[in-house]
């Protein structure tokens, strides 16, 4: 008797917690929230969201994720859950805008990082694995590559696929970006092997639009691995933005907590270690590449209260190195959130950061063109509104 008594009151203590929850929740209308202009150009801003946690006012149960625009607030967690599930974002991404413009095409189109477009063309290609293993670590696994052309002058696709064998101990492949060189499309694809360990791979793909023909070059990168051998630790990133049109790849590799950066011709496949001579701390910091420079972010330019960030420029064709951003007094102590557009950085900071502020810095002239800050439209509470409200990501609609 004794154990159905405590079930009962653990079920009733249950029902009365959720119960409070839910009316608390209801009761309560979180505050709508606008990024307004502080100084600058508002532009830059234009079809952009930060994104944040409201803390809920009073309550010990938790927050509610917050989409915030120039607009106003979005809160995803109020939605149906039909709605959630689509994970719409609060503005139009390149996506969105591909499939408005070309629907059939787009069908079951989603890694940003596969797409090309030109005037002339929209290509996208895919690489996927298959599921099946072996136990024989000799056997080698189906892969496929996908590759759709659209030609927006005729309105026609050219279509190919290929099955091509990869080792045994490839989970998954990621094309990470594509270019278009001579009639070839050319793709920089990392594998990763997990079986023993995990090592990332980056290998080219080039598909010859004119003949069909796929060819695949795995890269012998110096120093780095091409199997997963017990205890292994390997990642890749490629530094290069979405969607620009480069002749230069930039990866960076992470080797067992070693950093080493390379330059990879895309028509060629030429190899260049970037060891940054004299400036080798640089590989451990945030990198971006655009046009010919790559961007390195450096927090903490002043040992006080790691007060400030700077910017250095490393120029891939004259070699040659420039601080091109200095700055002394935004504080940068907490956990930062950065994008990069073209030559823009977008930064702002987690928590109690100036206000929840977002900056906008021109990479090529070093200057602030924009300063923004979330604000509370609840003038009664504004105060203790914005105090609640820790923004933790910059949404471009890139990808």
Do not use: C
Not at 98 to 119: A, D, L, P, V
Not at 321 to 336: A, G, Q, R, V
């Amino acid at each position: 008797m004794r154990k159905y008594m405590v079930t009962a009151i653990l079920v009733v203590f249950a029902v009365v917690t959720i119960g409070t929850y839910y009316v608390q929740a209801s009761q309560e209308t979180p505050p709508n929230y606008k990024l307004t202009t502080v100084q600058g150009d508002a532009s830059l801003v234009e079809g952009i969201a930060v994104y944040g946690n409201y803390m809920i006012k009073d309550s010990t149960f938790g927050i509610k994720r917050a989409y915030i625009t120039t607009n106003g607030t979005d809160y995803p967690d109020e939605k149906s859950a039909i709605s959630q599930s689509l994970n719409r974002r609060p503005m139009k991404t390149q996506l969105d805008q591909w499939i408005e413009e070309h629907r059939q095409f787009m069908r079951g189109k989603t890694n940003t990082s596969g797409f090309y477009e030109n005037e002339e063309m929209l290509a996208y290609v895919n690489a996927t694995v298959d599921t099946k293993r072996s136990n024989d670590s000799s056997a080698k696994r189906n892969a496929k590559l996908s590759i759709s052309v659209l030609n927006k002058q005729k309105n026609n696709t050219l279509e190919i696929t290929s099955d091509i064998n990869v080792d045994h101990d490839i989970s998954d492949m990621y094309v990470q970006n594509v270019q278009l060189i001579d009639q070839q499309l050319v793709a920089m694809v990392f594998m990763n092997h997990s079986a023993s360990g995990f090592v990332s791979e980056p290998q080219i793909i080039r598909v010859n639009l004119t003949t069909k023909e796929i060819k695949n070059e795995p890269l012998a990168l110096p120093g780095v691995k091409s199997v997963a051998a017990d205890g292994d630790t390997q990642y890749a990133w490629l530094a290069n933005q979405n969607l620009e049109h480069t002749d230069q790849w930039i990866l960076r590799i992470s080797r067992n907590n070693h950093r080493k950066a390379y330059q990879v011709d895309v028509k060629t496949g030429q190899i260049s270690p970037l060891t940054f001579q004299g400036h080798e701390m640089l590989l451990n910091n945030i990198m971006n590449a655009y046009g010919q420079k790559i961007y390195f972010l450096q927090k903490a330019v002043s040992s006080k209260e790691n007060i400030g960030f700077a910017v250095i420029s490393y120029d891939l064709v004259s070699k040659e190195y420039e601080t091109t951003l200095k700055n002394t007094h935004i504080d940068l102590s907490e956990n930062i959130t950065y994008a990069f557009k073209q030559d823009h950085l977008y930064i702002m900071g987690y928590k109690n950061f100036k206000g929840n502020r977002l900056y906008v810095f021109n990479l090529t002239s070093g200057n602030l063109e924009y300063e923004g800050k979330v604000i509370s439209t609840e003038a009664a509470n504004q105060a203790e509104d914005e105090a609640n409200m820790d923004l933790n990501f910059i949404d471009l609609g890139q990808f």
